[in-house]
């Protein structure tokens, strides 16, 4: 499938208007009740503030299978016995050039690298579980960086937020969370954001997902196509997850998963069920499903409150 190669719209023409380019973010939050929490956390101060927003969930359709039950996940997989992923050979073309490699340094000490794709010039979107170390619920330091390969740059990192609810539950469907950079990444593509129409799930819509992947050092993008089965999370009852057979690789956590016209559903979080070598470490192959985090309005709403404070 050939992407179209748009202009860089959504969020770069809020800069102009002020208002959001997706009409889904933008009306909720201007009169929402704020319902729950976020943890933003500072990483000159290193000290963590709690933000109301609103998170008031789509209803659930009934009818929505459940999802399996994940005992076995890691944050990468290669469904079946064939890779089918492609290289990105123009990383600097639109939607690619607002995906970002993250080299994310934690307050612990350990050390790791994912994907996330820019809804603003300050704003990145990515994986809690890359912001915030499971062990030890650590939160990345003031070493991480985010490199753009449109730009040829590295840019240094002030401020990330998640979910409250996801330090210490971890519930996979709000794995999702942001990264503040402190200078802008300009004249690259911006990710409008939407919730996903259920309707796309018979083949009517084929999604993308690219990012940086550990089998080539993190050096390239790769994506691959397919299309999304919603179900509906086994750990929060008002959420919904994204399956899907494309293939990823380990440092994809937070990869865009997007439409034909650039717009971002959801984004890659894990896989289930991959192959083990002997000593019983996923090998990132042969995997049954890859799973990703789905936005619903909440999740819209989150993001659109970072953008609002950030951007505005």
Same mark, same amino acid.
């Given at each position: %499938?050939?992407? /179209?190669?748009?202009?860089? %719209? ?9 208002? %959001?380019? +997706?009409? *889904?973010?933008?009306?909720?939050? =201007? ?8 943890? =933003? ?10 933000? $109301?927003?609103?998170? *008031? ?20 997989? *290669?469904?079946?016995?064939?890779? !089918? /992923? ?10 690619? !050039?607002?995906? *970002? ?37 650590? @939160?990345? +330091? !003031?070493?991480?960086?985010?490199? +753009? ?16 609810? @996801?330090?210490?539950?971890?519930? /996979? ?5 942001? #990264?503040?950079?402190?200078? $802008? ?11 996903? #129409? ?5 083949? #009517? ?13 993190? /050096? ?32 994809? +956590? ?59």
């Amino acid at each position: %499938m050939k992407l /179209r190669k748009l202009l860089a %719209m959504g969020l770069t023409l809020v800069l102009a208007c002020g208002t %959001m380019a +997706s009409p *889904v973010m933008a009306e909720e939050v =201007e009169n929402a009740e704020f319902t729950d929490y976020y943890e =933003e956390y500072d990483a000159e101060t290193g000290t963590v503030t709690r933000i $109301p927003f609103s998170s *008031v969930a789509d209803e659930v359709d009934p009818s929505v299978p459940v999802e399996p039950d994940f005992s076995d996940m890691c944050p990468f997989g *290669v469904v079946g016995p064939d890779d !089918s /992923r492609t290289l990105v050979e123009d990383p600097s073309a639109d939607p690619y !050039s607002g995906i *970002v490699k993250l080299h994310l340094l934690y307050t612990n000490g350990e050390e790791g690298y994912g994907t996330g794709f820019l809804i603003s010039p300050h704003v990145i979107a990515t994986c809690a579980h890359n912001i915030r170390y499971k062990k030890d619920d650590a @939160w990345i +330091s !003031s070493k991480t960086t985010a490199f +753009s390969s449109a730009t040829g740059k590295t840019y240094k990192y002030k401020k990330c937020g998640t979910h409250g609810n @996801w330090g210490g539950n971890h519930y /996979r469907a709000i794995d999702y969370g942001y #990264i503040i950079l402190e200078e $802008p990444v300009n004249d690259v593509y911006y990710f409008d954001l939407r919730k996903h #129409i259920k309707d796309d799930e018979d083949g #009517i819509t084929n999604y993308t997902i690219a990012g940086f992947c550990q089998d080539s050092n993190y /050096r390239y993008m790769y994506e691959d196509f397919g299309t999304l089965q919603t179900t509906s999370s086994t750990q929060v009852a008002s959420k919904h997850i994204f399956l899907y057979e494309m293939d990823t690789f380990a440092g994809q +956590s937070g990869a865009p998963i997007f439409d034909s016209n650039g717009t971002a559903v959801g984004m890659h979080a894990y896989e289930y069920g991959c192959e083990k070598d002997e000593d019983g470490k996923s090998t990132g192959y042969l995997c049954q499903l890859n799973k990703g985090v789905y936005f619903d309005q909440a999740a819209l709403n989150f993001y659109q409150q970072a953008y609002n404070k950030y951007e505005t």
